[in-house]
């Protein structure tokens, strides 16, 4: 029994030991904690990700990677342009994200950004009329599936959350004249900003010219097509003021 009691006491100080190790790690890299009560198991498993992730970053991310940095791609990712792109320390791609850097200004992407699984990303709509290109700040979340098009420019402040399924637009056809083809109409283009410390939910449209000002919320399924104020809470289709944001003491 001592013995038994000694292997457990081992494998509980070697578990503590690799959790403060993690979390000393993540806290660099994401500035956030790890809670304690996460099993080993699911942290072994992050970390043979993110190791994976890594190793690929820096082989694949070479292209683009502008001197040394941390960076992690998943597996599948394509990268178009890739003199274009610009991507901060700790930036995270993952598997089957898509990006197209040809553009005006490229695209850039800032330290401790996550790019989820499967999400379009493109600077320009086609080759023969380039975009002005997407900039996005430090400790970006953006969700899975999202698809942001910065022909007529997008930019998204630091720390911004933004949700699965999301569609970012900087552009339209032109569609004034009946008798002439909407696609021989032309665009209209217009700068898209979302400001820093935002939360914009799943499923959201948010469509050319649009600000969504420092510390707004956007409800899930929204369509956003007028600007939204700093520090409120919009919803709907179209979009509308539901209430301001308080604050609240914690």
Known sequence: MDGYRERTELRSKECKMLHALIDTIYWKLRRRRMPDDIPSTALLTFVVDRVGQALRGQLLGLPYLRGPALHFRGRGVK?????????????VFGDGVAIDAHSAHGITFGDRTTVGRGSSINGSGVISEPGVGVVIGEGVAVGMYNVIWGQGGIT???????????????????FADMSVPMNRQGYLRSPTVIGADTWIGAGCVITRGVTIGEGAIVGSGSVVTKDVAPYTIVGGVPARLIKAREHTAT
């Open 79 to 91: 990268v178009r342009n890739a003199a274009k792109l610009r991507v901060g320390t700790a930036v």
């Open 156 to 174: 998204i402040g630091d720390n911004a959350m933004i949700g699965p399924h999301v569609s970012i637009f900087s552009e339209d056809h032109g």
